[in-house]
C-alpha cells in the first residue's frame, strides 16, 4: 500500500530543500509501513525484543509520530483532540482491533493529513503547537525523519529475524 504520490530522493536532487526532505520523508515513510509486507497477523504482532515493539507497533507508532508532529505542532490541536496517546510508549500498544490492514490505514491516513498540514508552509515558518515550544518546520521535518530512519532499521531487523524463523518454521 503505497503512503506517498511523491518522486524519490534521487528525482528531487535538483529541487529545493522541501522538497527534497519531503521525498526523503515519504521514502521513509514507505519503507516502514512496507515492513508488513507478505506477513501474517502473528508475525506482524510477534514481539521479539523486552520491549513493545513489533512490526505492527512500529507502524502504529509512526502514525502517533506524525500526528504529534504534524498534527499537534502544525495545528495546535492537543492530542486528546487528535485521538492519540499523551506519551509515545503507549502508541505501541496493540489492541484486538489493530490489525495489518487497519495500522497501515491509519499510518497512510495520517501521512497523507501530515502532507496536507504542510503544503502551504516553508521550511522556516515557525510551529507553534508543540510542547517544546515554538519549531521551525526544518527542524520538525528532521526530527522526524531520524525517528522514521531508526524505525525502519528497527524494522529491517525484526522482519529479518521473523522471516528467518518463518524459513526454519519456527
Known amino acids: 500500500m503505497p503512503t506517498s504520490p511523491n518522486p524519490t530522493a534521487l528525482d528531487v536532487i535538483g529541487e529545493p530543500a522541501k522538497v527534497q526532505i519531503e521525498a526523503f520523508l515519504d521514502e521513509h515513510r514507505a519503507g516502514l509501513d512496507d515492513c508488513l509486507d ?3 497477523e502473528e508475525q506482524a504482532r510477534r514481539r521479539l525484543v523486552e520491549s513493545k515493539t513489533t512490526l505492527l507497533g512500529l507502524v502504529k507508532h509512526a502514525t502517533f509520530v506524525e500526528k504529534v508532529w504534524f498534527g499537534e505542532a502544525v495545528t495546535g490541536r492537543s492530542r486528546e483532540e487528535l485521538g492519540i496517546q499523551a506519551g509515545p510508549d503507549e502508541s505501541f500498544d496493540l489492541v484486538d482491533d489493530d490489525t495489518i490492514t487497519s ?3 491509519a499510518h497512510v491516513q495520517a501521512c497523507a493529513a501530515s502532507r496536507r ?4 508552509l516553508d521550511l522556516d515558518d515557525v510551529l507553534r503547537g508543540n510542547r517544546r515550544g515554538p519549531l521551525p518546520l526544518r527542524w520538525v521535518y528532521l526530527q522526524v525523519l531520524r525517528e522514521l530512519a531508526q524505525h525502519c532499521g528497527h524494522a529491517d531487523i525484526l522482519r529479518e529475524q521473523i522471516l528467518a ?3 526454519q518454521g519456527r
Open 103 to 105: 495500522v497501515r490505514s
Open 165 to 167: 524463523g518463518r524459513d
Open 117 to 120: 498540514a504542510v503544503a502551504g
Open 38 to 40: 507478505g506477513l501474517d
